[in-house]
């Protein structure tokens, strides 16, 4: 019968982690906890939405950073109109620009991965016409508030955990999430069942684009200004993250709440490594060699 | 004929202690071609196996040219002089020809030598009656008879002795099998032994010296084709054959909640299908691989966007050329690829269960929901949280039809192949679950191949072949009958 | 004609075309210097988009050569101070083992090739960055550098002929054994593949070594040229060569392409950056071209949209009837 690998697995990364995490100078420290927690929350908001696109079995998308990049933009240079407004064109630019490859995806099984590296690409060119290829600096005030912090944690907190139940409650609760994962597990099933496959690939790439768009607009705030870098590498870490969850890439499989797991996981490691003294390098790679095993331990338990 | 090149003698195979092959013996000289006929389950896939490498016998020895030999897998048969050519081709249709013919010789050089090989694959193709094709045509380009040419091309150009050939012209339209067939022929005049498997009995008799027939895994008669007629053939292979006397059930007469279908075409496939299914009755579609049964249904179900016709359920237009529209018109498609295209292996059984009407849920959690579907599929419900991968086949199969029932928007309901790989016990609960739905106001169509499921359960039986409908069955019907018009000569 | 033929040929004819056209836009007569450069773009992408393409072709795809172009950069200038010649050799070997390694996972553990390649993506951009603490190193052995994008026979550089020899074997090993015919049927349609006999488990092995040394070899050149490695190259050098690969005639379905098309690919995509050098259009221009034809070429390239015209064929013929 199915020999649950993937706590055990967790199990042991966590006998190996925590003793060098207690171990670690000014690891158990309140100040440090919320410094993972912040870290983890941008990376983590991304990642949730992209679990529902892996989920549907569209693998990754490769867009994210220019996505958020763009959305940061156009939030910025439309908050003369007021936050209200600035945030609804910013979260409507990342929804419009994600489904449409979602709509290409879901309907004409178009490749994914290759399609988000053009659709990333496109959209960073685009922003880069935007933007004319200077800083786009806020173009109002307001948006202050979106860095506030409440009981010592930043907004982008709060968002990630409500947006974690969010997606974990329509993934388990709602139609439509239910689909996603009968459309990833098996899409000529779900196509011969006569279920909607194009329209729930749409929606799982539209709550993504949602989620890129409430980070991006967070990482305005935060930076006050946008260049074409501003995400960094978003796209990796969030893939990371939710392959470190435990998320099949071949779809079906995975859950939102693990993502965030997976997100606080790789904030933890990053934040040990840091304090021990070890480069942005190290920690790039532990994370690849992890996500790496992750993979094949997914796989294997999958084939069985 | 000195002694025979092939020589089987008294194989044997059980599956799970259910016996397929019992004791089967016969041989095949050099130039001859010997029939294997059979109908479902009389164990002609499984000698077919045993003979091409890809399953070892529990007891019994294949001798070549005399010596025993051992076929460990298909590719060791191969360089023993053994070639299989059957429905899954192993032409790479993005390759040429030539390679094609070179690709996995073990015989050919890692360096090709350019010119011999055109040569040798000129001097095939010409044996084959290919000369129009030239050797590095992609394959792509190729028919699917042709395709099957090359495939023959490539065992004789790799040296074969021994050619066996499972239903080579299943797909192929009358001009295509009609090159197959004198391909085989040259074949065979070439001195190669050659193992023809085929439901089609007007064309095994025609073109094979011999026949053996084989019956519930035991061969019942070897005999030269010269001997027998194909109604005396059917009779060998379906021994006491099954009949019945009249008609099932009265028809509905309520027409306005038939599904009606006219001159549904599916290119290369199907050819003006017309048919009014009336609900309350079963219908059944009786043909072999090819002859456009599966297609009938695929085309109604969404899955052949190409397809052309008219077609209406409840008097309201199905826009059958989407799995959506005509899932939403009241279409429920039971597939014959359950794992490919049926059910999420993976997944619970409950989820199965409700996959296709999670939109009548809500909230609701999965298993209470699907409860009462178990119960009425016949399925333990302290099973529903496991995955359907930990069940039986017919445990499956009962997961795959109780998905369409008790759907109020589902008004017809086809299934392809129903009971395939089912034991006999879930094969009753299945045919009552479908005579249920059928009772319950539904129009249910099937296809199978089967001859006691076609009889005990079609109301009114379709026969067809070569993508058409040979006759239609309302009232009694004989085996005999049906069998000779899925398997006869070409329409 | 073929379509891994006719692509290739009619996008390198137009760029050359347009190539040739671009004085009278610019009013400046062409140089032996511009085609001299155009090769030099050639060769910065010309083994990734070979890696990539060879990869496509067997119906994988190998996200981790921009890491190994990274790595393979880096390991040179690292230990090649004193040799380039070993600080190459010590990249390419690196980049073998990368390759064979990942090939191992995909090949007998039957993992997809993307999770694979895209984790090890993120573990060498690690690998490099920690090699180099996060920033660019300098090469200082100026006598490589110079020596390697020297100018031969006016247009070619060795950088460019190296380039050029390694797309040359891979038309003579593909073209004139049966590796080549292998690959295409591991990717048009592995299950005949193998019933017919390929060793498809060995034949990926390989195919994912050969991916990971020309890789490296790309990263190692570009580096000994601009005389420093960068950690971080982005996915752009990905973006480029999978639209020399696709524009070389390989199809990401799989099963199609030659090493001769895609040396027409990358040919193409680097005369079309120096026409744009040439032209002075703005950068961001050239990325949203690439990135629409790539866009164009996918969706062209998807089932659905054969199932959508199918269906219109369809109704269009039920319309005439």
């Known amino acids: 019968m199915t020999v649950r690998r993937g706590p055990v697995a967790l199990a042991v990364l966590l006998l190996i982690l925590l003793p060098l995490a207690v171990s670690t100078d000014r690891f158990l420290t309140l100040a440090n906890a919320r410094a993972i927690l912040a870290s983890a929350a941008l990376v983590g908001i991304t990642a949730i939405g992209a679990t529902l696109v892996m989920i549907a079995g569209s693998a990754v998308s490769m867009a994210a950073s220019q996505t958020a990049t763009l959305v940061a933009m156009v939030f910025l240079w439309t908050l003369s109109h007021g936050l209200l407004v600035a945030t609804l064109l910013g979260l409507l630019t990342g929804v419009v620009v994600t489904v449409v490859q979602g709509l290409v995806v879901g309907y004409w099984e178009a490749n994914p991965i290759v399609l988000t590296i053009a659709a990333g690409f496109a959209i960073g060119g685009g922003s880069v016409w935007f933007s004319g290829g200077t800083p786009v600096a806020a173009a109002g005030g307001g948006y202050q508030v979106l860095n506030a912090t409440v009981l010592g944690l930043p907004l982008a907190v709060y968002v990630l955990l409500a947006l974690a139940v969010l997606a974990q409650w329509m993934l388990r609760r709602t139609t439509a999430g239910r689909q996603m994962y009968l459309v990833g597990e098996n899409r000529a099933a779900a196509r011969a069942a006569g279920l909607p496959v194009g329209r729930v690939i749409a929606v799982a790439w539209a709550f993504s684009g949602l989620c890129l768009a409430l980070t991006g607009v967070f990482l305005a705030a935060f930076n006050t200004s946008a260049t074409t870098n501003l995400a960094g590498p978003l796209t990796l870490d969030a893939i990371a993250a939710v392959l470190l969850g435990g998320t099949a890439i071949a779809g079906g499989k995975g859950s939102a709440l693990r993502t965030l797991g997976g997100a606080v996981l790789i904030a933890v490691i990053a934040d040990v490594l840091l304090l021990r003294g070890y480069s942005t390098g190290i920690q790039i790679l532990v994370k690849g060699v992890l996500v790496l095993g992750v993979v094949v331990l997914v796989h294997l338990r999958r084939r069985r | 004929m000195s002694e025979p090149l092939v020589v089987i003698d008294a194989l044997a195979r059980s599956f799970a202690g259910v016996p397929a092959v019992r004791e089967v013996s016969f041989t095949v000289g050099a130039g001859e071609i010997h029939a294997v006929c059979g109908h479902n389950g009389a164990g002609k896939s499984t000698v077919v196996k045993m003979l091409s490498g890809q399953l070892a016998p529990d007891a019994g020895r294949i001798l070549l040219a005399g010596e025993p030999v051992l076929l460990g897998s298909r590719q060791a048969a191969q360089r023993l002089g053994v070639a299989l050519v059957d429905q899954e081709l192993s032409v790479v249709p993005a390759l040429t020809v030539l390679e094609n013919l070179m690709l996995g010789d073990i015989d050919a050089p890692l360096v090709k030598r350019r010119r011999a090989a055109v040569a040798r694959c000129r001097e095939v193709l010409g044996d084959l009656g290919l000369d129009h094709v030239r050797p590095d045509q992609l394959v792509s380009t190729l028919s699917m008879g042709e395709r099957q040419l090359i495939e023959i091309a490539k065992a004789l150009s790799q040296r074969a002795r021994v050619v066996i050939l499972d239903e080579p012209t299943a797909t192929l339209s009358e001009a295509e099998s009609r090159r197959v067939h004198a391909a085989v022929r040259r074949v065979a005049a070439r001195g190669c032994a050659v193992v023809f498997v085929s439901h089609r009995l007007a064309e095994v008799l025609d073109l094979c010296d011999t026949v053996t027939v084989l019956r519930d895994g035991r061969r019942i008669t070897t005999r030269p084709a010269a001997e027998l007629t194909v109604d005396r053939l059917i009779v060998e292979m379906l021994g006491e054959a099954p009949h019945r006397l009249s008609a099932n059930r009265r028809p509905d007469p309520d027409l306005t909640h038939a599904l009606r279908i006219s001159r549904l075409r599916v290119p290369g496939r199907l050819t003006d299908f017309t048919l009014t299914a009336r609900a309350g009755r079963i219908y059944a579609l009786a043909g072999q691989l090819g002859s456009g049964a599966s297609d009938v249904l695929r085309a109604l179900a969404g899955l052949h966007p190409g397809a052309t016709g008219r077609v209406s359920l409840r008097d309201r237009a199905v826009p059958f050329r989407s799995p959506v529209g005509a899932a939403r018109a009241g279409i429920a498609y039971v597939s014959n690829d359950r794992k490919g295209e049926g059910l999420f292996l993976d997944k619970s059984v409950a989820m199965n269960l409700v996959g296709t009407r999670l939109n009548r849920l809500g909230g609701k959690a999965l298993v209470p929901a699907a409860r009462p579907l178990a119960a009425r599929a016949g399925l333990d419900e302290v099973r529903l949280a496991e995955p359907v991968l930990a069940l039986s086949g017919g445990n499956q199969q009962k997961v795959f039809v109780g998905r369409a029932l008790d759907r109020p928007d589902v008004h017809a309901l086809l299934l392809d192949e129903p009971t395939r790989g089912v034991d006999i016990g879930g094969r009753a609960a299945i045919h009552r679950l479908l005579r249920d739905a059928a009772d319950a106001g539904l129009v249910v169509v099937f296809a199978s191949t089967e001859l006691e499921e076609l009889l005990e359960l079609g109301d009114v039986i379709l026969t067809m072949r070569d993508g058409r409908v040979v006759e239609t069955y309302q009232g009694g019907a004989d085996g005999t009958v049906l069998m000779r018009d899925m398997t006869g000569e070409k329409a | 004609m073929r379509p891994e033929r006719l692509v290739p040929g009619a996008a390198l004819l137009l760029v050359v075309i347009v190539f040739a056209l671009t004085p009278l836009g610019t009013g400046v007569p062409l140089a032996s210097f511009d085609v001299y450069n155009a090769l030099q773009g050639f060769a910065q992408i010309g083994l990734l988009a070979l890696a990539i393409g060879l990869t496509m072709i067997a119906g994988e795809f190998d996200l981790s050569v921009v890491g190994t172009y990274a790595v393979g950069g880096m390991i040179t200038v690292l230990t090649g101070q004193s040799s380039a010649l070993l600080g190459l050799l010590i990249a390419v070997a690196a980049g073998a083992l990368i390759g064979a390694l990942q090939g191992g996972l995909i090949a007998w553990l039957r993992i997809p090739s993307v999770p694979v390649t895209l ?198 013929r039920r319309a005439a009837a």
Do not use: C, H
Not at chain 3, 130 to 139: I, K, R
Not at chain 3, 162 to 178: E, M, Q
């Open chain 3, 119 to 316: 984790a090890a993506y993120i573990a060498l951009l690690g690998l490099a960055y920690a090699l180099s603490g996060g920033l660019s190193v300098t090469f200082k052995n100026q006598a490589a550098t110079l020596w390697v994008d020297q100018t031969v026979a006016g247009v070619f550089s060795p950088r460019s002929l190296i380039t050029l020899a390694a797309f040359a074997v891979a038309a003579v090993v593909l073209g004139f054994t049966r590796l080549g015919a292998e690959l295409r049927a591991i990717g048009g349609d592995r299950r005949a593949g193998r019933v017919a006999g390929v060793p498809v488990e060995r034949r990926l092995v390989l195919l994912f070594t050969m991916s990971g040394t020309l890789a490296a070899l790309g990263g190692a050149l570009l580096s000994v040229s601009f005389a420093s490695a960068n950690p971080d190259p982005g996915l752009r050098p990905l973006l480029i060569a999978a639209v020399a690969a696709l524009l070389g005639g390989v199809s990401l379905a799989g099963g199609r392409g030659t090493p001769a098309g895609l040396l027409a690919g990358a040919l193409a995509v680097a005369l079309l950056a120096q026409i744009v050098t040439l032209a002075y259009l703005p950068d961001y221009s050239t990325q949203l071209f690439y990135a629409a034809l790539l866009a164009v070429v996918v969706a062209i390239d998807s089932p659905g949209l054969r199932r959508t015209l199918d269906r219109l064929r369809a109704r269009t």
